[in-house]
Every structure is written in structure tokens, then in C-alpha cells.
């Protein structure tokens, strides 16, 4: 997994490629962690180059929304493939995370 930090006028976009699971999400979370206490800010999850996602995967990407929504920010699923988008239909956390 590879995961690329774009600041884009006021949001942050987190390029991730490759697959997201038990292995990779230790340096995902390394990641994304520091950004969960910026308060009001945009954080995007560009999910173009998403290969798979595991349950753990989710568990990050269920984290990464509540921290930041709580704090006043937004948190956005972009360029979903039809397999993550499978999955994130399937969990029920397309009713409560914001995908364009």
C-alpha cells in the first residue's frame, strides 16, 4: 500500500493505492492518526487505486469519520471501485459516510 498526502486549497486528500487490510492499515493509521485531532478541516480518502479493503480496513475508515466528524470537519470517500463500493454498501456505512 501506498499513500500519497495532497493538500488541496482547504483539504486534505490521502491518495491511497494498493489494498487496505491487517497488513497495510498500521501505516495507514500512521498516517491519517495525526490528522484525527485538526479540528473543522476536509479529509478525503481518494480510493481510485483501492485494490481491496478488509474489515479492517473499515474499522480505519469508520475511525477516521467519527474523529474528524466530531471535531467539526468532513470526511469524504472518493472514486470508489465497484468492489469497495460493494462492500461499503453491503456494511451499511454508505448511509453514513459522504461518497462522491
Same mark, same amino acid.
Given at each position: 500500500? %501506498?499513500?500519497?498526502?495532497? %493538500?488541496?486549497?482547504?483539504? #486534505?486528500?490521502?491518495? /491511497? %493505492?494498493? @489494498?487496505?487490510?491487517?497488513?497495510?492499515?498500521?501505516?495507514?493509521?500512521?498516517?491519517? !492518526?495525526?490528522?484525527?485531532?485538526?479540528?473543522? #478541516? $476536509?479529509?478525503?480518502?481518494?480510493?481510485?487505486?483501492?485494490?481491496? /479493503? !478488509?474489515? !479492517?480496513?473499515? @474499522? /480505519?475508515?469508520?475511525?477516521?469519520?467519527?474523529? /474528524? $466528524?466530531?471535531?467539526?470537519?468532513?470526511? #469524504?470517500? *472518493?472514486?470508489?471501485?465497484?468492489?469497495? *463500493?460493494?462492500?461499503?454498501?453491503?456494511?451499511?456505512? !454508505? *448511509?453514513?459516510?459522504?461518497?462522491?
Amino acid at each position: 500500500m %501506498e499513500v500519497k498526502v495532497i %493538500e488541496q486549497n482547504d483539504a #486534505i486528500v490521502l491518495a /491511497i %493505492e494498493g @489494498r487496505v487490510d491487517t497488513v497495510t492499515v498500521p501505516e495507514l493509521e500512521m498516517v491519517v !492518526s495525526p490528522i484525527w485531532g485538526k479540528t473543522a #478541516i $476536509t479529509l478525503v480518502f481518494d480510493c481510485e487505486k483501492f485494490e481491496y /479493503i !478488509s474489515s !479492517s480496513g473499515l @474499522r /480505519i475508515i469508520l475511525t477516521t469519520h467519527k474523529q /474528524i $466528524t466530531a471535531k467539526g470537519g468532513k470526511f #469524504i470517500l *472518493r472514486n470508489l471501485n465497484c468492489e469497495v *463500493r460493494s462492500v461499503i454498501d453491503l456494511t451499511g456505512f !454508505s *448511509r453514513i459516510l459522504t461518497i462522491e
